[in-house]
T-cell receptor, first 114, second 114 residues
Framework: GQQLNQSPQSMFIQEGEDVSMNCTSS?????WLWYKQEPGEGPVLLIA?????ELTSNGRLTAQFGITRKDSFLNISASIPSDVGIYFC??????????????FGQGTRLTINP | KAGVTQTPRYLIKTRGQQVTLSCSPI?????VSWYQQTPGQGLQFLFE???????NKGNFPGRFSGRQFSNSRSEMNVSTLELGDSALYLC?????????????FGPGTRLLVL
């Protein structure tokens, strides 16, 4: 199935470090979304981006919608232990009569050493 | 406001059986989408329902079907289960006013096929 190219696949960092991950696609998306998933749970929405070039923050998280509409990045500043989890980017497509579909990246697994 | 709820949370079935999963969207949300998550394929779109109609469909065999009721609750059904159907099945809902939409996920139903 269609997937976005998300990197890195995993990160092992020290508490307090900054984190950066990104997604690229050969397709254009109307909306970019970033989710976090913890074991046994569904993805939780972190940030939604609706316009090319848009830069949005949510606490220590900052994400940008690429100007070409084919990429996005997520930064986490000053990481803390509760940031551990798998982060997914998702591009939203809207088709005929508003039909929606999310295309996901493979995920970035974040591990933090205290 | 209550989030997306899914029942059951866990399910064990044997090959050849069928299964029905249920999803209750966030109150007021009219669009419900279903995704399959596996370690090998990641998160893959199954289908989307809006106003009791399937509005979008992913690349899955006809054994996978769904429906939506007038109260926006949705069910998905998998017939003639195969071992490869073992996965986390996620439901997501969105308001769908044609504007800035985001999809909110439930906790998922973990299906194990033996």
């Amino acid at each position: 199935g269609q997937q976005l190219n998300q990197s890195p696949q995993s990160m092992f960092i020290q508490e307090g470090e900054d984190v950066s991950m990104n997604c690229t696609s050969s397709s254009i998306f109307n909306t970019w979304l970033w989710y976090k998933q913890e074991p046994g749970e569904g993805p939780v929405l972190l940030i939604a981006l609706y316009k090319a070039g848009e830069l949005t923050s949510n606490g220590r998280l900052t994400a940008q919608f690429g100007i070409t509409r084919k990429d996005s990045f997520l930064n986490i500043s000053a990481s803390i232990p509760s940031d551990v989890g798998i982060y997914f980017c998702a591009g939203q497509l809207r088709g005929i009569q508003g039909a929606q579909k999310l295309v996901f990246g493979q995920g970035t697994r974040l591990t933090i050493n205290p | 406001k209550a989030g997306v709820t899914q029942t059951p949370r866990y399910l064990i079935k044997t090959r050849g059986q069928q299964v029905t999963l249920s999803c209750s969207p966030i109150s007021g949300h009219r669009s419900v989408s279903w995704y399959q998550q596996t370690p090998g394929q990641g998160l893959q779109f199954l289908f989307e329902y809006f106003s009791e109609t399937q509005r979008n469909k992913g690349n899955f065999p006809g054994r996978f079907s769904g429906r939506q009721f007038s109260n926006s609750r949705s069910e998905m059904n998998v017939s003639t289960l195969e071992l490869g159907d073992s996965a986390l099945y996620l439901c997501a809902s969105s308001l769908d006013t044609g504007g800035k939409e985001t999809q909110y996920f439930g906790p998922g139903t973990r299906l194990l096929v033996l």
